[in-house]
């Protein structure tokens, strides 16, 4: 069942251009290191200046092993982390196509 998985982060005031930054060089590390199609976009309207990073998965046993190797990416200094005091708050979830 194909699935949809979304991060969303809202900056800290201020931080916007820091988040977006960081977004966009999270999207191109996991894109080229693993083959994704990541996609980053900016609310318009609700909180202002919230990002979210969305990713298509063919099931949620291929979100699982993204997320294995994301977090060993992360590890390893492959894909970025977000610098401290930039979000608020970041929220993963996954939509599953009915």
Known sequence: MP?????????HPGQQTEALKFAKARKEAV???YSLNAE?????????????MV???ESLAEVEKMKT????GSIDNKIPMAPPGVFQTVEEHAWMTV
Not at 3 to 11: A, D, E, N, Y
């Open 3 to 11: 699935v949809l998985f979304t991060r969303i982060g809202i900056p």
């Open 31 to 33: 894109n080229k290191l």
């Open 40 to 52: 980053v976009y900016v609310r318009f309207g609700g909180p202002v200046g919230q990002i979210v």
């Open 55 to 57: 990713e298509s998965f």
């Open 69 to 72: 190797a994301a977090i060993r």
